[in-house]
């Protein structure tokens, strides 16, 4: 790394240092003084009047505060996409008033209506007010997107749909930590559609899950009204799914979502999954309901009566009401959307409305916003009441102790023997089963109809059936359940969720993207604790997975490094075991990428195993050494083979190294460039040209060695279009990747 390289990542990881200090809640634990607001939704028939009241006061307040937030953000000339954050804020607050972060929790799928979610917090006493108003989308502490925050949801929200599956996940690791746990996962109802979405919702469904999506019907996507770009009724879709529909007439009547909610828990306790789906308000109820409905309805006639003057549209025009009405509460915006909705003259998305040009005391003063006497009262009641303290913990740090095998579980273990042909696949069986015997009720695993390929098979006969879940073809919602499985629980757990590598590489990457978001969002609470086991990698996957290559497996991991712990690419049987066993021991995301077909079980110069049970995971295990050696081969996983074939017809003249996975030690590289006069890469992957840009592991080298003067050449599969459907080693071949090839490699920089 060049001078000004150092300087530039040692500026970046001050940024990010300064970045966290200067944050209020970025920390390993913070401790709010809370309002006393909790309602047993399980044992509760109905709501009293005051609880009623104090629920709405508490709407009131939040949306207030989301009205303030956005006329804050005016003032710097930002207002965005905001994705219903206001309408969030009904249903939200009942979540969290049945919420105790035991075993109630909750998480949001439309994570653009975050300033409703940040409010709610802020408005129980979570957050500081003044940091909604003022940080929103400013800073760490309260970003766009739904993130993790005192009293929040414990993962940050992704892209639309993707936190569907992930609850499902949440609501199966906290069902085995506890027999009455209840997931209520709040949902768009734009999202649903997506595929994710769909496989989350059938994994509620064959795992029996305790989960409740509450769907926010507002009518109105980013660009127009819900029929105008999708127009299709979620419910006979989702409830094809599996999940039983409850529906109700609105999120805002606060009595009549509370049945629906006492509904949806009592499902959730016979393993049902639900979805509330408010309907809206129509005249096919029976009751006409037009533009002198909606004004009674509210107390807002004098506004009504404006907007509707305004666009020339008739007070008995018949409408429909949504049941999650977009800007709940700010009239203007509102009643814009309701005309959208309805197809009438003066129709406008605000998406959320805004504060551009509006006077922030005016806005607040609305019908609407303002509070009954009632609701005063309540709101005093409480307020005055005494805090409850909650303290919030982040995950813990990657790298912290997990699940690990003793002395005497470890000499139970039978490893395959030197000098042997296997597939790596053994070893890593070995010890999944290993592992999952000694802990039979920390181990979860997610499957997609490979178990007999990926040899999850032994492990999961070792854990209880509610630990386990088959997703059958759904490898695009597989990984986002281990995720969701990764924050159920603070507890050391694995999480294992096994697939071939083609499939992660080509559509499953989305539970890997959610790994980003949690760093690039929380600072502190990075880790999600999911091993990503991905068999089949490379060419070396036999004769029947010729469409089924992974070919680009190699940058895949790397583009995911910073997030990852660690990546595994174990050379053999036995150095598969020892990558697994390292992985389910320690706490943090991990890539375990293992080839298919028979390896040599290698061995040290003495000919002893070169990784036993007991051996330490290294990045680099030295394979052959000699004085004098003038070139380094480093072998990524299975081309350890072949590199010893290439090393011992070489001579003294190579030593080789066997790179079992990244990061690489600090300095290693450079301790390779100065003993050496030059440096061979190979591995099973695609290393692309100089013309079309080097990747995999020897753009990493190419790139380390760039600042030094140092000559490298890299084996690797340049050019992928063609091949003949056979072994891998003939396949290796095709490729150049060979003994000989590393010979001539080798040769030509000495």
């Not at 959307?337 to 805004?354: A, I, K, R, S, T």
């Not at 609407?368 to 009632?374: F, G, H, Q």
């Not at 969720?497 to 990075?526: D, M």
Request: glycine content about 10%.
């Amino acid at each position: 790394m060049s001078n000004y390289s150092q300087a530039a990542w040692k500026a970046q990881q001050d940024r990010n240092d300064q970045l966290i200090a200067d944050s209020k809640y970025m920390r390993p634990s913070v401790t709010s003084q809370v309002l006393p607001l909790q309602i047993d939704v399980g044992g509760t028939e109905t709501l009293d009047a005051k609880q009623i009241a104090t629920l709405q006061a508490l709407e009131i307040e939040a949306a207030r505060i989301s009205i303030s937030s956005l006329a804050s953000l005016a003032t710097i000339g930002e207002l965005d996409h905001l994705g219903g954050g206001l309408d969030l804020i009904p249903s939200l607050m009942l979540t969290l008033a049945a919420t105790d972060y035991e075993k109630v929790q909750f998480t949001i799928e439309n994570a653009h209506a975050s300033i409703g979610y940040y409010s709610s917090l802020g408005a129980l006493g979570f957050l500081d007010r003044d940091s909604v108003v003022h940080q929103f989308r400013r800073g760490l502490d309260v970003p766009g997107h739904v993130s993790w925050v005192p009293g929040g949801t414990q993962l940050n929200g992704g892209r639309l749909g993707v936190m569907i599956p992930v609850a499902a996940g949440q609501a199966m690791g906290m069902r085995a930590r506890n027999p009455q746990s209840w997931v209520v996962c709040h949902c768009g109802d734009a999202g649903w559609i997506a595929g994710q979405a769909l496989n989350g919702f059938n994994a509620a469904d064959i795992g029996n899950l305790p989960l409740t999506f509450v769907m926010q019907r507002n009518g109105i996507q980013l660009s127009d009204s819900n029929k105008n770009v999708m127009d299709k009724d979620p419910r006979p879709i989702v409830e094809a799914m599996g999940v039983e529909i409850i529906e109700t007439t609105s999120l805002f009547d606060t009595a009549e979502m509370f049945q629906a909610y006492k509904q949806a828990n009592a499902r959730a306790m016979e393993g049902r999954p639900t979805m509330i789906y408010p309907t809206g308000y129509s005249s096919a109820d029976g009751t006409k309901v037009d533009f002198n409905w909606l004004a009674e309805r509210f107390g807002i006639a004098a506004e009504v009566e404006a907007t509707t003057s305004k666009h020339g549209v008739s007070m008995d025009q018949e409408i429909w009401v949504p049941g999650a009405m977009m800007s709940y509460r700010d009239i203007g915006p509102m009643l814009e959307c309701l005309l959208l909705v309805n197809d009438l003259p003066g129709g406008e998305g605000h998406h959320d409305g805004h504060m551009k040009g509006r006077d922030e005391a005016e806005v607040l003063a609305n019908p609407m916003l303002t509070r009954t006497a009632e609701q005063q009262a309540a709101f005093n009641q409480i307020t005055a009441a005494p805090k409850v303290e909650v303290t919030t913990n982040a995950r813990p740090a990657a790298g912290t102790a997990n699940l690990t095998l003793s002395t005497e579980q470890l000499a139970e273990v039978s490893l395959p023997e030197v000098g042997k042909k296997t597939s790596a696949r053994a070893g890593s069986e070995v010890a999944y089963a290993a592992v999952a015997k000694a802990h039979p009720n920390d181990v979860f695993i997610v499957s997609c109809d490979l178990n007999p390929s990926t040899k999850l098979g032994k492990a999961a006969a070792q854990i209880p059936a509610q630990n386990q879940i088959e997703l059958s073809i759904e490898e695009l919602a597989a990984l986002l359940v281990a995720d969701g499985l990764a924050m159920s629980s603070y507890k050391p757990q694995v999480n294992v969720v096994s697939t071939f590598s083609a499939f992660f590489e080509g559509i499953a990457r989305e539970g890997l993207e959610l790994w980003r978001y949690q760093r690039n969002l929380n600072g502190v609470n990075e880790g999600l604790n999911v091993i990503t086991h991905m068999s089949h990698v490379g060419a070396c996957t036999g004769r029947d997975h010729f469409s089924g290559w992974s070919l680009d497996w190699v940058t895949l991991a790397i583009g995911y490094l910073p997030y990852v712990d660690r990546f595994y690419a174990p050379a053999d049987a036995r150095g598969a075991f020892v990558a697994v066993k390292d992985a389910c021991a320690r706490y943090g995301a991990h890539i375990v990428a293992i080839p298919r077909d028979n390896l040599l079980v290698l061995s040290d110069e003495q000919g002893n195993a070169l990784y036993n049970t007991d051996s330490e995971w290294e990045a680099v295990t030295p394979l052959r050494k000699h004085d004098g050696a003038k070139v380094a081969i480093l072998a990524l996983g299975a081309t350890a083979g072949i590199a010893l074939e290439a090393a011992e017809q070489l001579g003294g003249s190579a030593d080789v190294y066997v790179v079992n996975g990244l990061p690489l030690p600090d300095g290693f590289l450079d301790g390779i460039f100065g003993q050496y006069d030059g440096v061979v890469t190979v591995e099973d992957g695609i290393i692309g040209t100089r013309a079309t840009g080097v990747r995999g592991f020897a753009g990493l080298v190419l790139s380390a060695a760039s600042c030094t003067g140092a000559k490298t050449e890299h084996i690797g599969i340049v050019d992928p279009r063609i091949a003949p459907s056979e072994g891998h080693a003939e396949v290796w071949a095709h490729f150049g990747l060979t003994s000989e090839a590393i010979i001539d490699a080798a040769k030509s920089l000495i």
